[in-house]
Structures are given as C-alpha cells and as structure tokens.
C-alpha cells in the first residue's frame, strides 16, 4: 500500500502494487464494521457485482477483489489524473473549461454512460467528483456504488443521488429507467463550461430543500461562454419532464441520440471509442492533483458493532467472482505467462513440476560474486598470518617484533588461535582452525 488517494462511503482509497508484477492499482478499502453499521451489504455487493461485469476503457475496470481480516477490498484502475471537481476549481484562472476541453469530457463520458446502459446499468450518481482522469489524460467513471441493474422492460424508482445532480424524476421518487443520467450529464457539461453548478453557485450555502426546488421549478441561466450548440444540448438534457429530455426516448440505447447532437458534430466517435484521440490536456506525471493528505478527513474508530458468523456469508460472495479481464491483461503486459508456459525438450514438463527429479541445488545467499570475494579475502588473510608466525619462528624469541596494526592479530574471536610456547631456542606455533 502507497499513499491515501481519497475516501469512501466506507473507507479509504489508497494507491497499491501488486508484488508479483508491479502494476499499480488503486484498492477501495471498505471497513466490515462501518458496512455493517450502515447497513450498506447490499450496496457493497451490488458494485461489486455491476464492476465484475463491466468492461469499457470509460469506466474503472476491477481487478482483483479480496477480504482481510477488517476490511472488504476493491483493487480497481488508478487514475492519477485526478478528479474534473478539482480540475473545475483547483487549477488556477477562472473556473471551468474551454468548450473543446468540455465536449471531449462530455463525449468520453456519454461512451461509459452508453456501455452502462447497454448493460441495463443505471448510474444515479454521475458528478465531477466521480469522473476521473488517467495518466493520458482520457477520462472514465468511477464510484458505482449507488448504480442498479434494470431488467429489460421494466422501471425502478429510489431517491439516491447528490444534491443538485438527482433529476427531478428522482427528487420526487417517480419510476424511472435511464433518464436521471442524461439529466445529470446536462449539469456537469453546464458546471464544465460555466465554472458552477446549474442550480447551486460555488460555495452558496443554501438548504436541500431549496436546491430541489431550484432543480422542479427554476430554468438554469447561461452566460456568454456558451456557443449556441452548447446551450442547446444542455437545454436539452436538462429538460424537466424525462419524456421531453434528450437520450430519454430510445431507452437503453438514448447514447445514440445525445451523439447524433450537433454539440458533438466535431467528435470522431471511433477513434474516441479506440481510446486514439489527443486528449485536450495530459496530466503531469510528477504532479498530485488531488488535495494535500492531511486534509482528508481521517475516519473515526467504529464503536458497538460485533462481526459474527452470520456476516461470513455475505463475505464469502464478495471474494468470489470470475478471472477478470484487468487480471489477463496484466498478465500479458508483465510477460508473467511467458513463466508460466515453460516447458522442457519435446514439449515435456520442466525439471521443477517433475516429481521423481531432485531439485536442483541453488547457491546459498543472494550475492554469490560477495561471497567468492570474501573466502579470497580469507585466504590471504589466512596467508598473510603464516607468512608472520614464519618470521617470528626463523627469528627467535629475542628478535620478536610487537604486531603492527597493519597486520592480522589472533585473537580468541579470530578464526585463527594463536598458542606461543616459549623455548630457549625456538618458538613453537599451534594453530586451531
């Protein structure tokens, strides 16, 4: 695990590796005690089985998905781009993008929204916070937590959402099938090229209630920095009744009318979907654009709740699941089957799967060439040693020079013991090795 990239709903997202490979990824920890506190086992599930099924380059893809012993992991694609929100408001300037920069959000955007509803996914929490951007700078959806799957012909109705994104439909708990997100892709394509939200200004302290008022009842308001067929599209998709807003007559398939719009007449939509389009900005790859650690607000300890027996079930369907494509791809990019796919002559098993074959003795220690090094050391040390005894035995016990400090002394932690005993004509030397 490497530095906190944000928080959750139910914990932190932390950048991580993984050890065999290397790749980076970021892991969404979700605290088991806090889950169960919050009731949220079913909106942990419901992502992460909406996550295994999905595969599109503009929605966070899963990778891996595991349990420890406190916590539930997600390990998803890293976007180290940051988020649009802060990229709206955090970049110096005026808030907000120019329109060239808006529409290939907005594109990349309705191309995620697009596979999702293909799926018979609907997303119900599309914000800047939950649009992030990649090294490349292309951007993708993340956060499905409050996604739900709809079966084919039928409608679901739930108020969830973020306040001043939830389309009317929503606020007022009508049934619904896809419509909320088109109705939240109008305000964050308004909040892209206006720098605010369409019904809420930037800071403005105002109550829920009158911010769903504002989203029933008021008509947004454009500025100068809208051409005519951005303030058409928004206009569009910001319609109050569904059945007037735009992508919201074809059901599952609304993408193809947001972009058939003459917004998005300048947008090669093949070369958009095989990710080959230049991004109108690319992230610096030395920079952080995201807020500073320490002012992330650190979650507190969960207090009287008990993890059980009865909870095991509900985990044990979290860490199951399919091999996922993000898994084989990694496996292909790292070479990890190269490895795998080893074989011996003719196509027979390699010496290390035979079991009738000893294993082959590996050299001790890591630095082989350090250790040559240090039993020649010895040697001459070992040499250097006789060669001295040598003299002091031909020159007498008169002619005795004291050691130098340049040469070897035997001493009781010395590999070499050194036993003098003293004669009137010679010396003799035992040595213990």
Known sequence: MYRVLGKGGFGEVCA??????????????????????????SMVLIEKQILQKINSRFVVSLAYAYETKDALCLVLTIMNGGDLKFHIYNMGGEPGFDLERSRFYAAEVTLGLEHLHIQGIVYRDLKPENILLDDHGHVRISDLGLAMEIP??????????????????????????????????GCLLYEMIEGQAPFRGRKEKVKREEVERRVKDETEKYSNKFSEDAKAICQALLKKDPKERLGCTSGRFGSYDVKANDFFKSINWK???????????????????????????????????????????????????????????????????????????????????????????ESKGCFPFRRKAKKRDIKSSYSATNDHFSHLSSSGAEAREPLTRSQPTPTADNTINATNTTTNTNTTLTFNS
Not at 157 to 176: A, L, Q, W
């Open 152 to 185: 084919e012909g039928e409608t679901v109705r739930g108020r969830v959402g973020t306040v001043g994104y939830m389309s009317p439909e929503v606020i007022d708990n009508e049934k619904y099938t896809y419509s909320p997100d088109w109705f939240s892709l």
């Open 16 to 41: 991580c590796q993984v050890r065999a490979t290397g790749k980076m990824y970021a892991c969404k920890k979700l605290e088991k005690k806090r889950i169960k506190k919050r009731k949220g086992e």
């Open 271 to 361: 070369r958009l979907e095989a990710g080959i389009l230049e991004p109108p900005f690319s992230p610096d790859p030395h920079a952080v654009y995201a807020k500073d650690v320490l002012d992330i607000e650190q979650f507190s300890t969960v207090k009287g709740v008990n993890l059980d027996a009865s909870d095991d079930t509900f985990y044990s369907k979290f860490s199951t699941g399919c091999v996922s494509i993000p898994w084989q791809n990694e496996m292909i990019e790292t070479e990890c089957f190269k490895e795998l796919s080893a074989f011996g002559p003719n196509g027979s098993l390699p010496i290390d799967l035979m079991f009738d074959c000893p294993p082959v003795e």
